[in-house]
């Protein structure tokens, strides 16, 4: 089964990959090792864990996320089947000083990971609070992907 046929399967469809808001580009492939600028959930919502949306609703932004990471990278390496591994997962989460669940909350997007590679879904992974991020979006996720370079 295809990656896209596991996503298929999973009931998922892939959002149309967005563009960078700024001077930089969605990602360097850097000998076989892609790494994917820093991403946010679609619809661009905004607010903070904690205060605007519960543990739950940030697991489903960072599914949200993972979908948007998996779209730019069909759109430039043109076939999700290039991806060898998913490397490192960074996550920021926009959240009150009390909001202790960040991990809980980038689950959605590590278990999405798994879900969709399988093994190679696994990945090395560090969360962190923020006092604020870009649009005041919920989270933002950065990641690195090992990738077939033929």
Not at 40 to 66: H, M, N, W
Not at 118 to 141: K, M, Q
């Amino acid at each position: 089964m295809t990656v896209e046929q596991r996503l298929a399967a999973l009931g998922f469809t892939l959002p149309e990959a967005s563009q960078p808001a700024a001077k930089y580009t969605n990602l360097v492939n850097v000998n076989g090792l892609v790494f994917l600028s820093g991403k946010g959930p679609s619809g661009q919502p905004k607010g903070k864990l904690g205060i605007d949306f519960s543990t739950e609703e940030g697991y489903r932004y960072a599914r949200q996320v993972g979908l948007e990471v998996l779209a730019v990278l069909k759109a430039e390496l043109g076939s999700l089947e290039r991806v060898k591994r998913v490397v490192k997962v960074q996550g920021f989460i926009n959240a009150s000083s009390e909001f202790e669940e960040h991990h809980k909350v980038l689950n959605g997007f590590s278990e999405l990971m798994i879900d969709v590679f399988g093994d190679e879904g696994l990945h090395a992974r560090s969360v962190f609070g923020a006092v604020s991020v870009r649009d005041n979006l919920p989270l933002i996720v950065d990641s690195i992907f090992q990738v077939d370079t033929h």
